[in-house]
């Protein structure tokens, strides 16, 4: 079993950053591929960017590219999504996900273990 809490989502004006954490616990094996997902209002959840931690490569959805950066830290235990440049269009419910694998980093069937997820609003 995998635990995952997220953290650090607020409210921010357009151009601002926000880091977003999500702390990971239980078998290290079911969170090689970690990864964030977004839900807006009456959207589906739409995969932002993740990560696999046994080798670091990193997948982005195209409008995140050059502003949002995943990483993870060297205890493999937190995950981070530092988000510049933020756009309203941005704003959602933001949530940490991970499984042992993954075939289409993108979709969100694929992970078996979530987060309560962070809210994150971007006003104009």
């Known amino acids: 079993q995998v635990q995952l809490v997220e953290s650090g989502g607020g409210s921010v004006q357009a151009g601002g950053s926000l880091r977003l954490s999500c702390a990971a616990s239980?078998?290290?094996?079911?969170?090689?591929?970690m990864g964030w997902f977004r839900q807006a209002p009456g959207e589906g959840r739409e995969g932002v960017a993740a990560?696999?931690?046994?080798?670091?490569?990193?997948y982005y959805v195209d409008s995140v590219k050059g502003r949002f950066t995943i990483s993870q830290d060297n205890t493999k235990n937190t995950l981070f999504l530092q988000m510049d440049s933020l756009k309203p269009e941005d704003t959602a419910k933001y949530y940490c996900?991970?499984?042992?694998?993954?075939?289409?980093?993108?979709?969100?069937?694929?992970?078996?273990?979530w987060g309560r997820g962070t809210q994150v609003t971007v006003s104009s």
């Open positions: 996900a991970a499984d042992s694998y993954v075939s289409i980093w993108y979709d969100p069937r694929k992970y078996r273990y």
């Open positions: 239980g078998a290290a094996d079911g969170r090689r591929y």
């Open positions: 990560i696999y931690t046994v080798n670091g490569r990193t």
